[in-house]
């Protein structure tokens, strides 16, 4: 699609204020979002090139759910819940490793096929006859979309992630994401805020200036984002046409050079494509790369991500690479430390609330989206918490919703 | 129990799991797998394959040596690589 051909208009009049601060601290709603926004919708467990050959596995839990993504002997990208059908313990229990010929389970040895059918159970005299099929692994809902791998535990309202991110394919098809290979892996790290204030920061461009010098002197005010609207949004930085003040910018535009198969509007720009409710794949002229965040607590999340590269990339290619690396690396420091601070305003009796730069209608349609999904966002002042589940689901909450 | 019929070349391609060298990392868990597989088309015989699953996640421990420490009948092999059903 060409976004910017869409009506991405700012209302003359919209509301400024973000989620009231109590939705950031509260154990009842923490357990609304587990179940409503994160178990309901598409995440990436991985890419196709973490798990290369027949046998190859990653792990992707998530919250009381755990799921195993896996090639077959046919080089098929399966996902099932990472839980034997004995016992329901886990059949793997590495993040990510490699199970030739069977998947045997840890605690009493029942053994699968790498198509999900049951091979046999430990001790199979003391069973009566078992078919493979009732008692295979289960498969979890999954589609691959340019490499990337998505589960979604439960269905959600969201459609199929080719209908959801059409709008992206085109684009998104140039940078032959899924011939990419991974870098350094998949990691994860802990952060002491709540999951939301993760996407507050991640929303909007508004802080670039500020913020992230290394960004800014990348791509500076050629930056834009549109706001989310059918549970996507798009942001896009054009390399500005100075030399680079900082030694990795400077460098990185210097070696950074056109890839053949990218068009020559894609030549110089990083590209960020945001996925209701948690997930971003970007892409630069060297790398595409995923990060996400899950709540752990009211307090804390973990953010999770991987970089992949070109596989066939030469030495310049891997300089400029190694570059973009040093400048997304600051730039994640410096927002996580936003985060922490966004976080920590929601915890203060003396916060009166957001009031949002029409550089960040962004956030406020990411909320809206949000309050579509659990109206007792739309509650100002924080109800008892044993009444947030009932309240939630009462006719008697109004949207608050930007129209 | 499983029965299924099983074409020559997959049980072939079993049975060298089977043998995996001892020492291997994974090899213990490659050969129980096989066991199994093996046991399911009648060529690996009850008593074995639970020698396999006690060798299962010692890569290092020899599964023949221990059946014969305990007097258990070994899968039936010929010279020619071919195996004979034990059950």
């Known amino acids: 699609m060409d976004v910017k051909s869409e009506n991405n208009d700012i209302p003359k009049q919209w509301d400024r204020r973000g989620l009231p601060g109590w939705c950031y601290h509260s154990p009842a709603l923490l357990e609304l979002e587990k179940k409503h926004i994160f178990t309901t919708h598409w995440q990436i467990a991985c890419h196709i090139s973490d798990i290369p050959d027949a046998g190859s596995y990653i792990t992707f839990d998530l919250f009381k759910e755990r799921a195993i993504i896996l090639r077959n002997n046919d080089f098929e990208v399966l996902a099932y819940h990472n839980i034997c059908r004995h016992r329901g313990s886990r059949l793997v229990i590495k993040d990510q490793g490699k199970c030739p010929n069977a998947l045997i389970c840890p605690f009493h040895g029942w053994v699968y096929n790498l198509d999900g059918t049951l091979r046999g159970a430990a001790r199979p005299d003391s069973f009566p006859d078992m078919n493979k099929d009732e008692f295979a692994l289960q498969p979890i809902e999954m589609e691959i979309w340019n490499g990337f791998v998505f589960v979604r535990f439960k269905p959600g309202p969201q459609p199929s992630v080719a209908k959801l991110l059409a709008s992206f394919a085109e684009e998104a098809a140039s940078y032959r994401m899924a011939e990419h290979v991974p870098t350094d892996g998949i990691w994860t790290e802990q952060s002491p805020v709540n999951w939301k204030s993760v996407r507050d920061v991640d929303n909007e461009g508004y802080h670039v200036a500020m913020a992230h010098p290394g960004l800014q002197d990348l791509y500076g005010a050629t930056y834009y984002d549109t706001p989310y609207i059918d549970g996507i949004s798009r942001s896009e930085g054009a390399f500005t046409p100075t030399k680079g003040r900082r030694w990795a910018v400077q460098n990185y535009k210097k070696f950074s050079k056109p890839q053949d198969h990218l068009p020559s509007r894609l030549h110089k720009s990083w590209l960020y494509w945001g996925i209701f409710p948690n997930v971003v794949i970007a892409a630069t002229p060297e790398t595409v790369l995923f990060y996400q965040e899950f709540p752990q607590s009211t307090g804390t999340s973990i953010l999770r991500g991987g970089t992949y590269r070109n596989a066939n990339e030469d030495r310049q290619q891997r300089t400029a690479r190694y570059l973009t690396s040093r400048i997304d690396r600051e730039t994640v420091e410096e927002d996580i430390q936003l985060t922490i601070w966004s976080n920590e305003a929601m915890a203060s009796d003396f916060f009166k609330g957001f009031y949002l730069s029409d550089l960040e209608y962004g956030v406020r349609t990411y909320h809206d989206h949000l309050r579509n999904i659990l109206p007792v ?27 | 129990m499983i029965r299924k019929q099983s074409s020559s070349s997959e049980i072939s391609v079993q049975r060298e799991l089977l043998f995996t060298s001892v020492g291997i990392k994974g090899s213990g868990a490659m050969r129980y797998g096989a066991a199994m597989f093996l046991y399911n088309v009648g060529l690996v015989n009850k008593d074995m394959l639970e020698i396999y699953r006690i060798c299962s996640k010692y890569d290092h421990e020899n599964p023949l040596e221990l059946a014969m420490s305990q007097g258990i009948t070994l899968p039936n092999l010929d010279t020619k690589g071919t195996m004979e059903p034990t059950s």
């Open chain 1, 377 to 403: 966002y739309n509650l100002e002042k924080a109800p008892p918490e044993a009444d947030i589940a009932s309240l939630n689901t009462s006719a008697s909450i109004t949207t608050n919703e930007t129209k």
